[in-house]
C-alpha cells in the first residue's frame, strides 16, 4: 500500500527525553546550578513546565525561534531569583553544542529502520530545528536511511498545520494515498497527518488515552512496526 513514509525524528528515533536529560544534568554540573536549585530535580522541573508552554507558543508563531531559546533557559533562573542573561546564554550554547552530539536512540529504531528501508523511501519530517537535526541523525548513525529531510525550518510551518505535509508530499514527489506519517506527538504528527487525508501510525510510547479518534495504526514498541508494514 504505501511506498513512502515520514517518520518524526525526536522521541520517535532519536531518545530526545533521554539525550537531553543525560545533557542537562552535565550542564547543570559544569554550571554548578546548586548554587541556585534545591536539586536537579528542582531546575528541571522549572525548565520542563516553562519550555512546553514556549514550545505551544512557538508552534503557534506567537514567538521566534530566538525568544524560545532566550526565555526557556532563563525561566529557570528567574524563579528563583536569579536574573542573569549572560549566564543563561553562556549555558544555552553550551547545551545546544552538547546535545547533538548525543546518540541514544529508542528502542528497536535500528532494527525497524534497517527493515523499512529495504521495502520503502525513508523521510524524516520534524519540527526540530536544522542546525541540530542533521548532527543529531549523524550522531546516532542514522543518516544513510533517508532520503531527505524536512524540517519545519524550510517553510516555517510547523506540524499540525497541513502546509508541512503537502511540502513534505510535493518536495519528494509522493503521492498522498501512497504515504504514511510515523510519530510520537498526537497532536503534530497523528492529527496534522489525518487532517490531510494521509495515513498515521501512533507511537503511543506514554500511554496516551482518551484519542480524539482511532488512528490508522497504534504502536507501543518500534518493534510492533514489524508485524505491521
Not at 36 to 60: A, I, M, P, V
Not at 127 to 134: K, T
Request: no cysteine; hydrophobic share 35%; charged share 25%.
Amino acid at each position: 500500500m504505501y511506498k513512502s513514509i515520514f517518520i518524526d525524528l525526536d522521541d520517535t528515533l532519536w531518545h530526545f527525553k533521554a539525550n537531553a536529560y543525560d545533557t542537562f544534568n552535565e550542564m547543570y554540573v559544569k554550571y554548578s546550578f546548586n548554587r541556585y536549585f534545591d536539586s536537579f530535580d528542582h531546575f528541571y522541573t522549572l525548565y520542563q513546565k516553562r519550555n512546553q508552554e514556549l514550545w505551544l507558543e512557538y508552534g503557534d508563531g506567537k514567538i521566534t525561534k530566538e525568544e524560545l531559546n532566550n526565555q526557556r533557559f532563563l525561566y529557570p533562573l528567574e524563579a528563583v531569583g536569579v536574573s542573569d542573561t549572560a549566564l543563561a546564554k553562556r549555558y544555552s550554547d553550551d547545551f545546544f553544542s552538547v546535545i547533538p552530539t548525543k546518540s541514544q536512540l529508542l528502542p528497536y529504531a535500528k532494527e525497524v529502520l534497517d527493515y523499512l528501508s529495504q521495502k520503502y523511501r525513508l523521510f524524516i519530517l520534524s519540527n526540530g530545528f536544522r542546525e541540530l537535526q542533521f548532527q543529531k541523525m549523524h550522531s546516532s548513525g542514522i543518516s544513510h536511511y533517508f532520503e531527505k529531510v524536512i524540517l519545519s525550518d524550510d517553510i516555517q510551518v510547523h506540524k499540525p498545520y497541513p502546509e508541512i505535509f503537502n511540502f513534505a508530499l510535493s518536495s519528494t514527489q509522493s503521492l498522498l494515498g501512497e504515504s504514511l506519517m510515523i510519530g510520537d506527538s498526537w497532536e503534530a504528527d497523528i492529527v496534522g497527518a489525518k487532517g490531510i487525508g494521509m495515513h498515521q501510525m501512533f507511537y503511543n510510547h506514554s500511554g496516551r488515552e482518551n484519542l480524539s479518534f482511532q488512528p490508522t495504526y497504534m504502536i507501543k514498541s518500534l518493534k510492533d512496526v514489524l508485524s505491521i508494514l
